[in-house]
């Protein structure tokens, strides 16, 4: 198979759906690896260490979707590259449609089969190639969190680690998963006062024994959310419906509440934003103000940090890759895991979450591969 991999192109974006290290395992699986001139560079990755790994370097981004069998990206497809994708392709990245129609019909249209690296599954339930950026996108949001609060920068002026003899900054991060244990270990680190709101009992049990007491837990409510962000100087959206579009946990209405010059951290933005007043910005324009609070709702959280996030990133898609690249669509019948990645086939939408999201009808993704 030849397995092409072009240069992102959203806005700040400097991480790439293949480094080297991955471009020598597709090669030495007998694949060839085409890469976009450049393609690496956000990285430190120049055409001279892909094409020592193996790979061909094309002149454009037209040449790797003319000429590849499967597209490995990072982030989804922009409306000028959903529109070179063909039927007989395989496209392996980031999608999360349940908020975005236009890419959905675009792909849709195209006839592509979309797998999706946010719903792909591990045989715990767990999303193994979501949790990697879950995790850099959670540290992340403690520093974005902190440099927001800074009063230049229009936040409430607090250092959330306070200093001795004055409190320290709170933080209210909604959701225990993967992105707000990592946001509460950073949070935890600085020194600031930090709760984890939850629905799940048993999770906030496991929360509360990793902290050994050093955070708070609560158990979601509205009252429990309204109370801590009232309270707090940072609060932190860490909700996943996998999938499925975020839900808004907090209200325009509770922003006249809150703290002037408090922060959002937006994280779930890529799933549509668990605030109702998010909307979704760039690392060029990270922040805006809304009622004197200030949000923070880039994208594309882990693409400022590029070099660690695509090599996390390459470590959790690789094996999957490889066996698309190794029994094509295949690799999905055989694969339940791999299977709910799946999203779009041949023109139909093969995820429930996204079906419902955006009134399509759901085709049964074995049944859509047999078709």
């Known amino acids: 198979m030849r397995v092409g991999c072009p240069k992102e192109i959203k806005n700040h974006e400097y991480r790439v759906g293949l480094t080297p290290g991955s471009v020598r395992e597709y090669v030495a699986h007998g694949h060839d690896v085409l890469v976009e001139a450049g393609a690496g560079a956000g990285i430190g990755a120049d055409d001279n260490a892909y094409r020592a790994a193996g790979a061909t370097i094309a002149s454009s981004a037209e040449e790797v979707f003319t000429r590849s069998d499967m597209i490995v990206k990072v982030k989804e497809p922009q409306p000028s590259e959903?529109?070179?994708?063909?039927?007989?392709q395989i496209l392996y990245t980031y999608l999360h449609l349940a908020p975005d129609p236009d890419q959905t019909r675009g792909l849709v249209d195209s006839g592509v089969t979309a797998i999706a690296y946010e719903t792909v599954t591990d045989a715990r339930g767990g999303l193994p190639l979501l949790a990697p950026m879950s995790e850099v996108a959670g540290r992340l949001a403690i520093q974005a969190g902190a440099t927001a609060l800074q009063k230049a920068n229009g936040g409430r002026g607090v250092l959330l680690g306070g200093?001795?003899?004055?409190?320290?900054?709170?933080?209210?991060?909604?959701?225990?998963?993967?992105?707000?244990?990592?946001?509460?270990?950073?949070?935890?680190?600085?020194?600031?006062?930090?709760t984890i709101i939850d629905r799940s009992i048993p999770r906030l049990r496991e929360l509360d024994d990793i902290f050994n007491g050093r955070v708070h837990t609560r158990y979601s409510t509205v009252e429990a959310l309204e109370e801590e962000c009232f309270s707090s100087d940072v609060i932190v959206?860490?909700?996943?419906?996998?999938?499925?579009?975020?839900?808004k946990l907090v209200t325009r209405e509770m922003l006249s509440g809150m703290k002037k010059g408090a922060v959002l951290v937006d994280v779930a933005i890529d799933q549509g934003g668990c605030f109702e007043t998010s909307h979704a910005t760039t690392h060029s324009d990270p922040t805006y103000e809304v009622d004197d609070i200030i949000h923070y709702c880039v994208a594309n959280m882990p693409g400022a940090v590029p070099v660690t996030s695509a090599h996390a990133l390459n470590n959790a898609t690789l094996h999957y890759g490889l066996q698309l690249a190794d029994k094509g669509l295949?690799?999905?019948?055989?694969?339940?895991?791999?299977?709910?990645?799946?999203?779009?086939?041949?023109?139909?939408?093969?995820?429930?979450?996204?079906?419902?999201a955006l009134g399509y009808e759901m085709a049964e993704p074995k049944s859509a591969l047999a078709a």
């Open 82 to 88: 959903w529109v070179q994708l063909r039927e007989d």
């Open 237 to 247: 959206g860490a909700v996943l419906i996998p999938g499925a579009a975020a839900p």
């Open 163 to 194: 200093v001795p003899g004055v409190l320290p900054g709170k933080v209210a991060i909604i959701g225990g998963g993967v992105v707000g244990l990592n946001a509460a270990k950073m949070a935890v680190g600085l020194g600031a006062d930090v």
């Open 330 to 356: 295949k690799a999905l019948v055989d694969d339940q895991n791999l299977r709910n990645g799946l999203n779009v086939h041949k023109g139909r939408i093969t995820n429930q979450a996204v079906a419902e």
